[in-house]
């Protein structure tokens, strides 16, 4: 019969060959307006994250955000960009550096690592193709968000079944739907906490715990975001031994005009430097590496906007990033996910 039908043996997929995808929302490829705008148009034309009817939302799209934001959004950037390129990007890369890295330590060289954007490049699309043509049998997609939300993980699934809605041979698909309490993450988190405290003489008076926010249509719609982070926060609160009183939960980043989740972070600092805290902490558990929304919104604004208003100390604390105690912990919760996946690849083989 044609080799049309029936491959040859050598692209058939291997049976133990493994893909790990670490997956981050996204950045533009450059600070600079065009860029931003290109970023901007695949990302806001997402229903997941702008539920409007399209014939609605797509006018105000084009006709008002997509002509005012980009220069100012590139502003930001701007402020924030490295040598090497977008923060996001650059840990984001590293971060599947050193997960391959672990793999490899341990003997596991059939695990391979590769890492996308939902939105901008690495384009999700492009490294599923490279997986494909490469042959593995087997894929873990691992969106690096730890709470779940529809605007994010569920995207990021959404995106993966566009892209294999026409291959012929599919492989077996998992994915990691949140680890918002995992031992392992918590611990680093923990332990980057303890440390910056160790560095600056203890805690500051107040601990802000912030995460970037939705709109309040989607918790009503039935979106368990929120819950996730309390959980997040009050168990590092548990860890750190901090009293109720001293820390509070809010959320950052909100776009647009209709209600998004509260307390807002800015006005939440604003309001504590006025109210007499002086001294605050903020850490953003919910991003794994930092990026615009934490190096440029809470590290730079926010932080003038609590100085400005009568704060005195003002600490943002890194996000986990390239942290070894961190890689350790995604290693391991990568593994428990790939499950039987590893055991049938590490089995002997009988004659």
């Given at each position: 019969?044609?080799?049309?039908?029936?491959p040859e043996?050598?692209?058939?997929?291997?049976?133990?060959?493994?893909?790990?995808?670490?997956?981050?929302?996204?950045t533009?490829v450059?600070p600079d307006?065009?860029?931003?705008?290109?970023y901007?148009?695949?990302?806001?034309?997402?229903?997941?994250?702008?539920?409007?009817?399209?014939?609605?939302?797509?006018?105000?799209?084009?006709?008002?955000?997509?002509?005012?934001?980009?220069?100012?959004?590139?502003?930001?950037?701007a402020?924030?960009?490295?040598?090497?390129?977008?923060?996001?990007a650059v840990?984001?890369?590293?971060?599947?550096?050193?997960?391959?890295g672990?793999?490899?330590?341990?003997g596991?060289?059939?695990?391979?690592?590769?890492?996308?954007?939902?939105?901008?490049?690495?384009?999700?699309?492009?490294?599923?193709?490279?997986?494909?043509?490469?042959?593995?049998?087997?894929?873990?997609?691992?969106?690096?968000?730890p709470?779940?939300?529809?605007?994010?993980?569920?995207s990021?699934?959404?995106?993966?079944?566009?892209?294999?809605?026409h291959?012929?041979n599919?492989?077996?698909?998992?994915?990691?739907?949140s680890?918002?309490?995992?031992e392992?993450?918590?611990?680093?988190?923990?332990?980057?906490?303890?440390?910056?405290?160790?560095?600056n003489g203890?805690?500051?008076?107040?601990?802000?715990?912030s995460?970037?926010?939705?709109?309040?249509?989607?918790?009503?719609?039935?979106?368990?975001?929120?819950?996730?982070?309390?959980?997040?926060?009050?168990?590092?609160?548990?860890?750190?031994?901090i009293?109720?009183?001293?820390?509070?939960?809010?959320?950052?980043?909100?776009?647009?005009r209709?209600?998004?989740?509260?307390?807002?972070?800015?006005?939440?600092?604003?309001?504590?430097?006025?109210?007499?805290?002086?001294?605050?902490?903020?850490?953003?558990?919910?991003?794994?590496?930092?990026?615009?929304?934490?190096?440029?919104?809470?590290?730079?604004?926010?932080?003038?906007?609590?100085?400005?208003?009568?704060?005195?100390?003002?600490?943002?604390?890194?996000?986990?990033?390239?942290?070894?105690?961190?890689?350790?912990?995604?290693?391991?919760?990568?593994?428990?996910?790939?499950g039987d996946?590893?055991?049938?690849?590490?089995?002997?083989?009988?004659?």
């Open positions: 019969m044609s080799s049309r039908y029936w043996p050598s692209t058939l997929p291997d049976a133990h060959r493994t893909a790990v995808v670490l997956v981050g929302l996204g533009p450059a307006a065009a860029s931003v705008r290109r901007l148009a695949e990302f806001l034309n997402d229903p997941r994250i702008v539920e409007w009817p399209r014939w609605l939302w797509k006018p105000i799209l084009h006709g008002i955000v997509l002509r005012t934001r980009p220069a100012r959004s590139a502003q930001k950037y402020q924030v960009w490295t040598p090497e390129g977008s923060p996001l840990h984001t890369a590293r971060q599947s550096t050193l997960l391959a672990h793999f490899i330590w341990q596991k060289a059939h695990i391979e690592c590769f890492h996308a954007m939902r939105y901008g490049q690495p384009a999700l699309a492009a490294t599923l193709q490279k997986i494909k043509m490469r042959g593995f049998a087997r894929l873990l997609i691992v969106p690096m968000f709470q779940y939300s529809a605007t994010t993980t569920a990021i699934m959404d995106e993966v079944a566009r892209c294999m809605r291959w012929r599919l492989p077996e698909l998992r994915f990691i739907r680890f918002a309490t995992d392992g993450y918590l611990d680093a988190l923990e332990a980057n906490i303890r440390k910056h405290w160790q560095r203890g805690p500051a008076k107040q601990i802000l715990f995460f970037h926010g939705i709109p309040e249509a989607c918790v009503k719609a039935g979106d368990p975001y929120p819950q996730e982070c309390r959980a997040t926060a009050e168990a590092l609160a548990r860890r750190l031994g009293a109720t009183k001293r820390w509070q939960l809010t959320f950052q980043s909100r776009f647009g209709a209600q998004w989740l509260t307390p807002y972070t800015q006005p939440t600092l604003v309001a504590m430097a006025k109210e007499g805290d002086k001294s605050v902490d903020v850490v953003c558990p919910g991003f794994l590496a930092d990026c615009l929304e934490t190096l440029e919104e809470i590290a730079i604004t926010a932080k003038a906007a609590f100085l400005d208003a009568g704060g005195e100390t003002f600490n943002f604390i890194p996000c986990l990033n390239e942290r070894d105690d961190w890689m350790a912990a995604l290693a391991r919760l990568t593994l428990a996910h790939l996946w590893v055991n049938a690849a590490e089995r002997p083989v009988r004659d």
